[in-house]
């Protein structure tokens, strides 16, 4: 899959969805969404995705986890790694 790009720079909304092609592919988790990004220093991406951890019954019980996933700025990954677990009801403050 060739990965488009802005002057040069991989662009944000395909950065997104090579983090999580590629997450959901390594763990074979669920992506319930992208939480936030940012490009990093060396023209890559960090994406923060959510995943389905396990899904429980009721659903609000599930358990998520927050991973960053690090893009280098042709899309490709550089590294992933679980930054937060909690349960889908758990409110942040």
């Known amino acids: 899959m060739s990965a488009k790009r802005t002057n040069g720079h991989l662009g944000a909304g395909d950065a997104a969805r090579r983090a999580v092609e590629q997450i ?6 669920t992506v319930e969404g992208v939480l936030g990004m940012r ?5 890559g991406w960090a994406v923060t995705i959510e995943l389905v951890e396990l899904r429980r019954v009721p659903d609000s019980t599930d358990v998520l986890a927050s991973y960053e996933v690090a893009l280098d700025g042709a899309g490709e990954l550089r590294e992933y790694r679980r930054t937060r677990r909690y349960y889908r009801s758990q409110v942040e403050d």
Not at 24 to 29: E, N
Not at 39 to 43: A, C, S
């Open 24 to 29: 959901a592919t390594l763990t074979g988790r």
């Open 39 to 43: 490009r990093d220093d060396d023209d």
